[in-house]
Structure formats: C-alpha cells, structure tokens
C-alpha cells in the first residue's frame, strides 16, 4: 500500500518558482499525477504521468519523478496559483488510486 | 463539453442511507471508468471507489473504509452512476465528488470533475 508523503504547506514569493514534493519510497517508477484545488472548487488536473501538461494549462506548469520523490514545479508563480496541490498515484495491488495529503501553497 | 452533476446528498442520521447519483454528458460514458472521490471539511482527497466499463464486466472496487457499506453502480442508458451508501457513520460526512478516469501509463488519473455533493451524517 501506498502512502504519499506531502509537505503541509509551502511559501513563495510572486515571480519565484514553486516547487511541490511527493514523497515514497521507489516512486519515480511510477506515473505520478498532479491535481490543484481551489477553495470551493472541485480538482483540477495539472500534471498528467509524471510531466504531461492537459491542454489548458499554463507552461509554467511541470513535473519531475525520480527516485523516491516527485515533485510538482511551477515557474514565475502568480497569485492566482495559490490552491491545495494534491499527487496521486496507482495502487496496482489494490487496482485503485491513492492520493498525497495535500499541499496548500501560499504565494507571499 | 464535457459535464458532471453529482446530486443526492443531504442530512442523514448515522446508520441510515443515502443514494447519490452522476449525470455525465459530453463523453462517451459507456466507455469510460467512472469514480467517487470524497473530501471531509479541511482534509484532503480520498478515492472511495469505481465501476469500471462493460468490457471489464463492471468491476467495481472500493477503498477499505467503505466496503460492505457503499455500492457503486451505473445506468448506461441514462449516462449516470449511482453510490448507494449505507449504514452511515458520521466519518462519512464530506464532499463527494464524481470523476472520469483516463488511463495512465499505470492505471488512470482524473481529467475531469463534477462540482460535488455535500453529505452530512449526523443525529
């Protein structure tokens, strides 16, 4: 079973970079997912296997996965990127999907 | 455009029922695998389980925490999934949501999101 290790909280200024962690033992031979949500609103999916960008979603937007953490990357971050960041990952023992506990991102 | 209605939910006494429905349009919903994801007040996400397509006969799986108690089920003549909760406990309570999987290089990831139904469990 997988559990996913996610700091609570990160801080960055306007026009840093923000960079997200998820971490487990042996990830990065997973695909690993990246979901934003906003207070009040459903996820939003990021970041899809590692480093897809959905259509729709700025370039400043990227992932890495290797070893045992993975990490979310967002460039020249915005006020508007503050939301709870969540990974997500597969379970294949138990055929279903496992979630990090979420980072909330605060932009200073 | 893709679109997912979650309704159903509401105020339940702990150990009673309570059905929650998806209404999916947009996508080819017969196809697809089709899942509940739940978020208590100021926590963080919690799959609570799937109904796959008819090709994969339907399967269904669920997290531990739910099993023997909730069934997921789906219509699709009517492009919507069912959870059907019962013997509720006030651990239940939180926002459900409803989500399309898409597959991964390993399993599959969500690409889209209804707006969630509020279930509340409590005497």
């Known amino acids: 079973s997988y559990v996913l290790t996610q700091p609570p909280s990160v801080s960055v200024a306007p026009g840093q970079t923000a960079r997200i962690t998820c971490g487990e033992n042996?990830?990065?031979?997973?695909?690993v997912h990246w979901y934003q949500q906003k207070p009040g609103q459903a996820p939003v999916l990021v970041i899809s296997?590692?480093?897809d960008r959905p259509s729709g979603i700025p370039e400043r937007f990227s992932g890495s996965n290797s070893g045992n953490t993975a990490t979310l990357i967002i460039n020249r971050v915005e006020g508007g990127d503050e939301a709870d960041y969540y990974c997500?990952?597969?379970?294949?023992?138990?055929?279903?999907?496992?979630f990090g506990g979420g980072t909330k991102l605060t932009v200073l | 455009e893709v679109q997912l209605v979650e309704s159903g939910g509401g105020l339940v006494q702990p150990g009673g029922s309570l059905k929650l429905s998806c209404a999916a349009s947009?996508?080819?919903?017969?196809?697809?695998?089709i899942n509940w994801v739940r978020q208590a007040s100021g926590k963080g996400l919690e799959w609570v389980g799937h109904?796959?397509?008819?090709?994969?006969?339907?399967?269904?799986e669920y997290v531990a925490s739910v099993k023997g108690r909730f069934i997921v089920s789906r219509d699709d003549s009517k492009n919507t999934v069912f959870l059907q909760m019962n013997s509720l406990k006030t651990e239940d309570t939180a926002i459900y949501y409803c989500g399309i999987a898409v597959a991964a290089m390993e399993g599959y990831f969500f690409n889209s999101w209804g707006q969630g139904t509020l279930v509340t469990v409590s005497s």
């Open positions: 109904i796959r397509e008819k090709g994969n006969t339907y399967a269904t």
């Open positions: 997500q990952v597969w379970d294949s023992d138990g055929d279903h999907p496992v």
């Open positions: 042996n990830i990065g031979v997973k695909s």
């Open positions: 296997d590692d480093n």
């Open positions: 947009g996508f080819i919903f017969s196809d697809s695998v």
